[in-house]
């Protein structure tokens, strides 16, 4: 039997972890017959009943009790000054006790965060991997994003020493790829992010009751942190709701894929949606796994969306989409399907007049054909490189 720990896992309430988890899980299983796997996550009850429903497969576990106990926002910063001040403190070793454990017993130990490594210093991650490594010679760095200007200067030195010493990363775009092996780091290896494996579980139910074209939408509070001001992003969603009412018979679907207390994309989408209370060509969707949340998204004929695994899943399933993006995940992710992220992928820094996501729309669509073809053309062979990532994994177990 092999024994494989995933961590930095939040939690299923975000729906692109999940696809994450489910998926990279069936890439092993490809390669093994007999594994055991030990997960960390913030909510291990709510995942141990989103995801063992079906099959006991997964052991969930809290990797410390500091989130329990002061909150996600205080436990970052408390492991970051930790992590950063007192190195030589076995602080590291008390709290994340239980953890340390099972990484004892590990075959390979799997960073599953995604961009987790993508933002600040990353000072707490790197003190833990740190520590991982004490305990476990084949370490992961799974499926990952980077912004390049966080690994390049002094204040990111700790960050890249840690990346360095990885067994294997594996990175999901080719713009994190390139700066990392500008960097020096030969550790790095190119695969497509494993959720484009991700199935879909769809009812035969229609999703509103007249038979019209549907747009997906998706907002989440996060880029909203991310825009230039003066609510702009909000004002332009709302432009471009009324716009699509106004000018076509579309439905229009919001389509939430985090419902995390921290940031619930329902949430974001109800601010939308109060300024238009009566009309009956727009749902909310916000009920259903990850896969149920794909069968949504497939049925669209376009879709607008800020979460970078909602556009994963509109991709795999051939729906031309417009990306809000925030990071250098939706540029990379995009450049690699399409040749270039312009026309594909609108920057929430960029938005600045009301009419700036209707205009990027319109461009979209008046691709449609040539987007469809093309997703149509690159999509198998880019979801069969993702499982390819597996026997780069058993390469590494094996050796």
């Known amino acids: 039997m092999k024994k494989i720990v995933m961590y930095n896992h939040a939690s299923t309430e975000n729906h692109g972890c999940e696809a994450i988890l489910r998926t990279t899980t069936e890439i092993i299983d490809k390669q093994y017959s007999d594994i055991q796997y030990t997960v960390t996550s913030n909510l291990p009850d709510i995942d141990d009943a989103n995801m063992n429903s079906y099959q006991k497969k997964y052991d969930f576990m809290l990797m410390d009790n500091l989130f329990k106990l002061i909150g996600e926002k205080k436990r970052i910063f408390v492991l970051g000054a930790f992590s950063q001040i007192f190195h030589a403190i076995p602080f590291n070793s008390i709290i994340f006790k239980k953890f340390y454990q099972k990484v004892k017993e590990a075959d390979v130990c799997i960073s599953v965060g995604g961009d ?3 933002y600040g210093k990353s000072a707490a991650l790197t003190t ?3 520590y991982v490594r004490k305990r ?4 992961v760095l799974w499926g990952c994003s980077i912004n390049p200007e966080m690994l390049k200067g002094k204040e990111y030195a700790y960050k890249l020493w840690g990346l360095r010493r990885f067994s294997l990363i594996t990175v999901r775009e080719s713009l994190t ?25 769809s009812t035969s139910e229609p999703m509103f009751d007249n038979e019209n074209d549907i747009v997906g939408i998706n907002i989440s509070p996060l880029i909203r942190s991310f825009e230039s001001g003066n609510d702009i992003t909000l004002k332009c969603y709302v432009e471009l709701v009324r716009h699509i009412l106004e000018t076509t018979n579309h439905n ?4 939430s894929h985090v419902r ?14 109060e ?6 060509r727009i749902k909310l969707f916000e009920n259903g796994n990850a896969m149920q949340m794909k069968g949504y998204i497939s049925r669209c004929r376009y879709f607008v969306v800020a979460r970078t695994h909602a556009s994963i899943a509109a991709y795999s399933t051939g729906v031309p989409t417009l990306v809000v993006g925030y990071s250098v995940k939706a540029r990379g992710i995009a450049k690699d399907i399409f040749g270039t992220d312009e026309g594909y992928v609108i920057p929430v820094q960029s938005l600045s007049e009301e009419d700036s996501l209707v205009r990027a729309y319109e461009e979209l669509v008046s691709k449609e054909d040539e987007i469809r073809k093309t997703l149509s053309e690159v999509m198998p062979g880019y979801i069969e490189r993702s499982w390819k990532a597996g026997e780069e994994l058993k390469k590494l177990i094996e050796g």
């Open 116 to 118: 987790t490594y993508s």
């Open 128 to 130: 833990v991997d740190k």
């Open 136 to 139: 476990c010679k084949k370490t």
């Open 177 to 201: 790829y390139e700066a990392l092996r500008a960097l020096g780091l030969d550790n790095v290896r190119l695969y497509p992010d494993p959720a484009f494996t991700l199935p879909v579980e």
């Open 252 to 255: 229009i679907a919001f389509i």
């Open 260 to 273: 995390s207390a921290a940031s619930d994309d329902s949430d974001a989408a109800r601010a939308v949606m």
């Open 275 to 280: 300024h238009y209370p009566d009309e009956k």
